[in-house]
């Protein structure tokens, strides 16, 4: 389903259900509801419950708008937003220091992952010469082909990494634990860090099957397993 938005900025409003998304969709959906049903045990009644609600389902709605999306830079826009309402989630007991730098430090690292992550859309719309998802997965050889596949790469996997506390920009997940359970439980545990799982599944076709793809996900996947594990024989 798609109408136009900036069409000057090959941006259209496109919403693409296939069954990665659809699988995302019933995780993001379903362990929300769950959530959502939890939190009205959990709140006390002096909690502003109709601002926490807010947040959470518009945290939904964002990740719901980054699995659908079938536009890369709408992609994007709907990744940032997760940042934003996240960054209210986390702060929610802002009487509290520890939420408020928890929130903050989530912010600067995510929101600065996703703006690595439009300068890699944008290098893949200049090389492909679309920024439409079937477009863009189906041209994974002349992605691989140019000279600016490295860049792109990176970019993209910072992006996705920041999102998902792989090393080295794992330090800002604990630090947001300071949040209500029923946050920790659907921002960092159910969806928030999946969503750079899903960007990875996404562009697979796209940018995979290269040495650089290999060794960056797979390295980073592998050490930030073990440092999370030498951590936690510690705590």
Known sequence: WSVDWFPALGLN???????????????????????VVYANYYLGKDEDTPRFYAGLLAFAAAMLGVVTSGN????????????????????????????????????????????????GVLLIGQVVGSLDLDVVLGAGDLLRADPRYPWILALVLLGAFTKSAQFPFHFWLPQAMAAPTPVSALLHSATLVKAGVFLLA?????????????YLVAGTGLLTLLIGSWKAIFQ
Do not use: Q
Request: hydrophobic letters at 60%; a positive charge; charged letters at 15%.
């Open 202 to 214: 996404r562009l697979y076709p796209a940018l995979s099957g290269t040495p650089e793809w290999l």
């Open 13 to 35: 409003f496109k919403l693409r259900l296939d069954a990665l998304a659809w699988l995302f969709v019933l995780l993001i959906s379903g362990i929300g509801t769950l959530v």
């Open 72 to 119: 890369l830079l709408l992609l994007v826009v709907f990744w940032e937003f997760t940042s934003l309402t996240s960054f209210l989630l986390i702060s929610f007991w802002s009487d509290k220091p520890e939420a408020r730098a928890g929130a903050r430090m989530a912010l600067t690292v995510t929101a600065g992952g996703g703006l690595a992550l439009l300068a």
